[in-house]
């Protein structure tokens, strides 16, 4: 008796040391796929003002739709506008040099992609997305400016939270 006992207690060890084995490379292979679904980095020079100040389009990276849908959360990095105070330096024409700016530094983090392309037409659309935030025009006493980086970290609403 004694040694069925033995027998089953070891068969029943056997089992949980097995499930537990399986289940950790259950939760490794999702954290590495999850790992895996975190895009490259991809450069934007410029934002514009959307649905009213509601929104902000960010432009111009190619083949934007290949990269992005509408849902998806995207991490922006900001930096300090370098882009943007670059190209207003080359144009003389440029609204910041009649005007304060604001390098709009408060965007850097995670946003979702509510569309692409210039709301009241068909520019931009498959080179610039859109972000739901606040944003100065360019009839503004201080229009924001933005320019930096972004990556794709979620699809359609899946936020991993840092």
């Known amino acids: 008796m004694a040694k069925k006992k033995f027998t089953t207690t070891r068969i029943v060890i056997t089992i949980l040391v097995l499930a537990v ?3 950790l490379v259950y939760v490794f292979s999702q954290r590495q796929k999850k ?3 975190e895009g490259d980095w991809h450069n934007f020079n410029w934002g514009g003002s959307q649905h009213g100040g509601t929104e902000v389009l960010l432009c111009c ?3 934007i739709t290949d990269i992005l ?9 900001i930096g300090g506008c370098e882009k943007a105070f670059a190209q207003m330096i080359q144009d003389p024409s440029h609204i910041c040099t009649t005007k304060t700016c604001v390098c709009r530094g408060d965007l850097t983090g995670v946003h979702e992609v509510v569309g692409f392309g210039d709301d009241s037409g068909t520019s ?3 080179t610039g997305f859109r972000i739901q935030a606040s944003w100065e025009s360019s009839s503004s006493p201080t229009p924001s400016i933005v320019s930096g980086k972004f990556r794709k970290i979620g699809g ?3 936020v991993k939270w840092f």
């Not at 849908?69 to 990095?77: A, R």
């Open 21 to 23: 084995i399986l289940y």
């Open 35 to 37: 790992s895996s679904e």
């Open 61 to 63: 990276t190619p083949n």
């Open 69 to 77: 849908q509408v849902g998806d959360m995207v991490q922006l990095d």
């Open 124 to 126: 931009f659309t498959n």
């Open 156 to 158: 359609n609403g899946d």
